[in-house]
């Protein structure tokens, strides 16, 4: 048998203890005698434990993606693995466990300085080529706002045009069990839609309106704002020069 971290131990036994609570909770119901005593966190946790809910599971490095897969399989999880950025080091191991993956961050350096130089950016097109259901993320919180552009590199290095739009869309959405809300236009959904002038993957294309659950939000904000305050003073200094000609 493969030797198990503690760390990784210590989880399982987590896992597991969430799981036995919620199986006694439902026996005391059941049964009319008393619950043993309230843990919110083991209750909180219990339908992920049980595979009821999916979980995010961040894993980088080859080695930690064949292990956060083993621990997936033998805790029977419902699971989305998230960053795997040599997940094309093992693209076969993780297209047999049939996992979405949520790529990203794209646009960035080569884990290891044996690596190929293109190897973040060809990595989502290595695992949708294998079959890998695939979301693209910037892989930051504080910049999300730049998802299309790390898309976009995808797309450059070999992943379908039309693969990168779904990629930040409605394969977003699926990875996270939100495909019937989100991800595409459809009656019933929520009204989330951007409007580009151009192509959405293209980091020249200016966005033109921005709807949120059916609502048009306002176009301005500080940047916008900047922009016009020296656009102006700009052109005030133009006609200063113009006129004393």
Not at 152 to 164: Q, T
């Amino acid at each position: 048998a493969e030797e198990v971290s503690d760390e990784v131990a210590e989880l399982a036994q987590v896992f597991g203890d969430a799981r036995e609570y919620a199986r006694l909770v439902a026996e005391s119901e059941a049964q009319g005698v008393p619950a043993p005593p309230y843990d919110a966190r083991l209750e909180a946790l219990a339908p992920f434990a049980r595979g009821e809910r999916r979980i995010a599971v961040h894993a980088s490095n080859a080695q930690t993606i064949l292990d956060a897969l083993r621990f997936v399989t033998e805790q029977e999880l419902d699971a989305v693995l998230y960053d795997v950025g040599e997940g094309w080091k093992v693209v076969d191991a993780i297209a047999r466990s049939g996992l979405p993956c949520v790529v990203g961050p794209v646009l960035t350096l080569p884990r290891s300085r044996y690596d190929p130089y293109d190897a973040a950016y060809a990595n989502a097109a290595v695992l949708a080529r294998a079959g890998v259901p695939i979301a693209i993320s910037p892989g930051n919180d504080e910049n999300p706002r730049n998802v299309a552009f790390h898309a976009a590199m995808a797309v450059a290095f070999g992943l379908p045009h039309e693969e990168g739009v779904r990629a930040v869309t409605y394969y977003a959405a699926r990875a996270l069990g939100l495909e019937d809300r989100l991800g595409s236009l459809a009656p019933g959904k929520l009204a989330d839609v951007v409007v580009t002038q151009g192509d959405l993957l293209e980091p020249a294309a200016p966005v033109r309106q921005v709807f949120i659950d059916g609502v048009q939000q306002p176009m301005r904000s500080m940047q916008t704002e900047l922009y016009e305050r020296y656009r102006e003073r700009l052109q005030r200094l133009q006609a200063s020069e113009a006129g004393g000609r």
